[in-house]
């Protein structure tokens, strides 16, 4: 089942120099803390002139799409499914 | 027996993303991976099926399918709405990889790219070979064809490349598919296709799908048109099946085999000639023909005959259409109107005296034609298209509109859109279904000639964002 959520949330990313990665680490929505087995797709995309970037991220059990708003510097959860989206 | 195919070596490579948005989206979530799932233009049973995952295909499930009749080939079929964003953002990102290998890449849609390597059998590269192998008092033969070839490929820009060899089209593939699923994700796979032109290189891409790799060439045409039916080569379905079984050609290798005496017959048009050298693996399909339309098409999720809703659909669809228009600064002196019902179309076009070029002078236009669709049969489908496209220079043609000051407040609500995203400024008679989100981002099934203009101007917003 998937849902459309929209709200901010707290988010640790790491930085690997060497590797050049950007890994979302862990996502902190509303009292949980969600850690990040692997990150499916980085991508970016313009709403108007500010640059967002989503991560398509999942945990052992959900997925979730987060954006960095480059303009504000804050993180949004938009999106929510479990493994079984219909 | 053999006729004279194309004596040159392979320089067109066809791409296919296999089983495109459906392939991305279970690279961006894991947890759908070796699923069957399909991207749906809607979720409901009577949306329509726009790429089923290479796991769903296996059940039978097909693209342009209902989604119902999906689900009763495989009951455990996962539906998913579309995300363009992702599907665009995985073809720039393969345009750019591709870009590395030649400077020639056309994006035919958004699963399938064209690399052309004319420049591997350039003169150029030849005399190249020479002139260094006259320096270092060498053969030819013993100069080495990595460094001449990677000289001519910065020369050229990015293009990294090598002199040609039978093989290295081959080896260029190999270490694209490697790179695609190391740079972009690991979950991608595609097929490509090596040949001399680049219908037979399409050929060669569809000929093992999923992660194929084919070459068609002069040696081993007619053993692979032998295991095809003509129904499978591309461009040739039902119709054009007619035409050729009317002249006694019943099977591809047939069709090779015929003159173009016969073909001219079958197509009774030059088409004839031209499918004799494509099949022949000779130049025909390489024009970029120009831009002569835009357009916009959309599907309702319910019928309507209610005139004030088409009307709201029909003024979004012209926003959409004159930002384009806009956006490759053209102006349109024709419009056409189609209205999809259940039994058939209604479509009307009208060319204008002036050139036109703002939404409500599109809008106005496009409701005259609309009146005389009424009274309206239930509507599924709504399309509007702009012909005769010219290049947008302002040239006073009448002393009574002011044209400068309608264009100047057309541009403003432009920079107002770009800068705070599309719709922020809108029609009043669009408030309605701005609020209710109808007509969503959607992907053409064809060509994406915007894409590129998308991808650069979204590469200049970048390089704003990276400045300031």
């Given at each position: 089942?998937?849902?459309?959520?929209?709200?901010?949330?707290?988010?640790?990313?790491?930085?690997?120099?060497?590797?050049?990665?950007?890994?979302?680490q862990?996502?902190?929505?509303?009292?949980?803390?969600?850690?990040?087995?692997?990150?499916?797709?980085?991508?970016?995309?313009?709403?108007?002139?500010?640059?967002?970037?989503l991560?398509?991220v999942?945990?052992?059990?959900?997925?979730?799409?987060?954006?960095?708003?480059?303009?504000?510097?804050?993180?949004?959860l938009?999106?929510?499914?479990?493994?079984?989206?219909? | 027996?053999?006729?004279?195919?194309?004596?040159?070596?392979p320089?067109?490579?066809?791409?296919?993303?296999?089983?495109?948005?459906?392939?991305?989206?279970q690279?961006?979530?894991?947890?759908?991976?070796?699923?069957?799932?399909?991207?749906?233009a809607?979720?409901?049973?009577?949306?329509?099926?726009?790429?089923?995952?290479?796991?769903a295909?296996?059940?039978?499930?097909?693209?342009?399918?209902?989604?119902?009749?999906?689900?009763?080939?495989?009951?455990?079929?996962?539906?998913?709405?579309?995300?363009?964003?992702?599907?665009r953002?995985?073809?720039?990102?393969?345009?750019?990889?591709f870009?590395?290998?030649?400077?020639?890449v056309?994006?035919?849609?958004?699963?399938?790219?064209?690399?052309?390597?004319?420049?591997?059998?350039?003169?150029?590269?030849?005399?190249?070979?020479?002139?260094?192998?006259?320096?270092?008092?060498?053969?030819?033969?013993?100069?080495?064809?990595?460094?001449?070839?990677?000289?001519?490929?910065?020369?050229?820009g990015?293009?990294?490349?090598?002199?040609?060899?039978n093989?290295?089209?081959?080896s260029?593939?190999?270490?694209?598919?490697?790179?695609?699923?190391?740079?972009?994700?690991?979950?991608?796979t595609?097929?490509?296709?090596?040949?001399?032109?680049?219908?037979?290189?399409?050929?060669?891409?569809?000929?093992?799908?999923?992660?194929?790799?084919?070459?068609?060439?002069?040696?081993?045409?007619?053993?692979?048109?032998?295991?095809?039916?003509?129904?499978?080569?591309?461009?040739?379905?039902?119709?054009?099946?007619?035409?050729?079984?009317?002249?006694?050609?019943?099977?591809?290798?047939?069709?090779?085999?015929?003159?173009?005496?016969q073909?001219?017959?079958?197509?009774?048009?030059?088409?004839?000639?031209?499918?004799?050298?494509?099949?022949h693996?000779?130049?025909?399909?390489?024009?970029?023909?120009?831009?002569k339309?835009?357009?916009?098409?959309?599907?309702?999720?319910?019928?309507?005959?209610?005139?004030?809703?088409?009307?709201?659909?029909?003024?979004?669809?012209?926003?959409k259409?004159?930002?384009?228009?806009?956006?490759?600064?053209?102006?349109?002196?024709?419009?056409?109107?189609?209205?999809?019902?259940?039994?058939?179309?209604?479509?009307?076009?009208?060319k204008?005296?002036?050139?036109?070029?703002?939404?409500?002078?599109?809008?106005?236009?496009?409701?005259?034609?609309?009146?005389q669709?009424?009274?309206?049969?239930?509507?599924?489908?709504?399309?509007?298209?702009?012909?005769?496209?010219?290049?947008?220079?302002?040239?006073?043609?009448?002393?009574?509109?002011?044209?400068?000051?309608?264009?100047?407040?057309?541009?403003?609500?432009?920079?107002?859109?770009?800068?705070?995203?599309?719709?922020s400024v809108?029609?009043?008679?669009?408030?309605?279904?701005?609020?209710?989100?109808?007509?969503?981002?959607?992907?053409?099934?064809?060509?994406i000639?915007?894409?590129?203009?998308?991808?650069?101007?979204?590469?200049?917003?970048?390089?704003?964002?990276?400045?300031y």
């Amino acid at each position: 089942m998937s849902s459309k959520i929209a709200e901010k949330v707290s988010v640790n990313l790491v930085y690997n120099h060497v590797a050049g990665t950007v890994i979302p680490q862990h996502i902190k929505w509303k009292t949980h803390v969600y850690t990040v087995t692997k990150v499916g797709l980085h991508y970016t995309v313009f709403q108007g002139n500010t640059l967002l970037h989503l991560f398509a991220v999942v945990n052992d059990t959900n997925y979730f799409l987060l954006s960095f708003n480059t303009k504000t510097l804050h993180w949004q959860l938009e999106e929510i499914a479990d493994n079984v989206t219909n | 027996m053999q006729k004279q195919f194309n004596q040159l070596l392979p320089s067109w490579m066809h791409i296919d993303l296999n089983s495109c948005f459906a392939t991305i989206e279970q690279q961006a979530n894991p947890h759908l991976r070796g699923l069957p799932i399909a991207v749906a233009a809607y979720t409901t049973p009577r949306g329509c099926i726009l790429a089923p995952s290479i796991e769903a295909k296996r059940f039978g499930v097909k693209t342009g399918m209902q989604v119902r009749e999906g689900k009763s080939l495989c009951p455990h079929l996962l539906i998913l709405p579309s995300d363009p964003p992702k599907y665009r953002f995985v073809n720039q990102a393969l345009t750019k990889l591709f870009n590395e290998y030649t400077p020639s890449v056309s994006v035919r849609s958004i699963d399938e790219m064209l690399l052309n390597f004319d420049y591997l059998n350039s003169q150029q590269i030849k005399q190249m070979w020479v002139t260094r192998a006259k320096d270092s008092q060498t053969e030819p033969h013993s100069v080495d064809p990595a460094r001449i070839g990677g000289y001519y490929a910065r020369s050229l820009g990015q293009a990294r490349g090598r002199t040609h060899t039978n093989n290295q089209l081959i080896s260029f593939a190999q270490e694209i598919k490697t790179r695609i699923k190391s740079e972009i994700g690991e979950w991608l796979t595609v097929s490509v296709g090596i040949s001399t032109n680049p219908y037979l290189a399409k050929l060669a891409a569809g000929l093992h799908k999923p992660d194929g790799l084919d070459e068609i060439n002069g040696q081993n045409i007619l053993s692979i048109l032998s295991l095809l039916k003509l129904v499978d080569l591309p461009y040739i379905k039902e119709r054009n099946e007619i035409r050729l079984n009317s002249v006694g050609i019943k099977t591809p290798v047939d069709f090779y085999c015929a003159t173009h005496q016969q073909l001219k017959a079958a197509f009774q048009s030059i088409n004839g000639y031209y499918w004799y050298l494509r099949l022949h693996g000779q130049s025909v399909d390489e024009i970029e023909w120009q831009r002569k339309s835009i357009g916009h098409q959309y599907a309702l999720p319910k019928r309507t005959s209610n005139v004030s809703e088409v009307e709201q659909l029909l003024c979004k669809l012209v926003e959409k259409t004159g930002r384009r228009l806009r956006r490759n600064n053209l102006t349109a002196q024709g419009i056409h109107l189609s209205l999809g019902y259940e039994d058939g179309y209604w479509h009307q076009g009208h060319k204008l005296h002036d050139p036109i070029y703002t939404t409500s002078e599109l809008f106005t236009a496009s409701k005259q034609l609309l009146e005389q669709a009424l009274p309206l049969n239930p509507v599924r489908s709504l399309a509007i298209t702009c012909f005769n496209l010219a290049a947008n220079l302002y040239t006073q043609t009448t002393l009574f509109h002011d044209e400068l000051k309608k264009r100047a407040l057309t541009q403003a609500l432009d920079v107002i859109n770009d800068r705070w995203g599309e719709f922020s400024v809108v029609p009043a008679t669009m408030l309605r279904i701005q609020r209710e989100g109808k007509v969503l981002d959607r992907i053409a099934f064809s060509g994406i000639r915007d894409l590129a203009e998308v991808v650069l101007k979204e590469d200049q917003q970048m390089e704003r964002e990276e400045i300031y």
